[in-house]
């Protein structure tokens, strides 16, 4: 499996910024880390091993970037949201771009945890540019209020983003939260579906490396 990593000097934030990508050709998917995880937290807990037939057959390329956000939140950095936000779409977007040799491709947002609501929030925020979002135990409180706040236009592009949450009932997880998030989505006829993985699922790597892979293939 190819993997190459790029580190950059960003002006919207102190620390480096560091990219990876595992794969060759395909899809891409742009996958969030939990909470103040770093680029490389999917390959540590064996996620990028999960998917290892899509990336091995071509079928997807996966980026990760690291959780400046969170880390920056935890140093009360002002304007982090914003700040964040267009790290993703001006300079994360077009290195994928780059690395993919095309200037239009659209990723696939992917994460867990606080990394759902990014993925999520950034495709409500950018429904031009990213192909569909996967929330896996999702943290979505900011989540349903850049939902409450968009536009007709941006809900009316939205109709041809799938989103798929999907949530177990097992130990730290709220199955509650995606929930809500799903009927907030359904009543503004943005496409949802609702994956409840069952009450012995717990919020943990072992369950998104056994789900995520069938949830992306029924995006592909």
Partial sequence: MQKQAWTWTSTRFSLP??????????VPVLIFPTAGGDFEEIERFQLVAALGSLIDNGRIKVYSVDGLAARARLAASPNIDERFDSFLYEEVLQRVRADCQDARIEPMLVGATLGAGTAVSTLLRHPDSFRGAIGMSGVYADTINDLAALSVSRIEQLKGRPITLGTGGGDYENPSDSQRLADALGAKGIQCRFKYWGPTRDRTW???????????????
């Fill in 17 to 26: 910024a560091r990219l990876a990508r595992w794969g060759h050709f395909g």
């Fill in 206 to 220: 072992s369950t998104w490396r056994d789900q995520l892979p069938g949830m992306l293939e029924e995006l592909l």
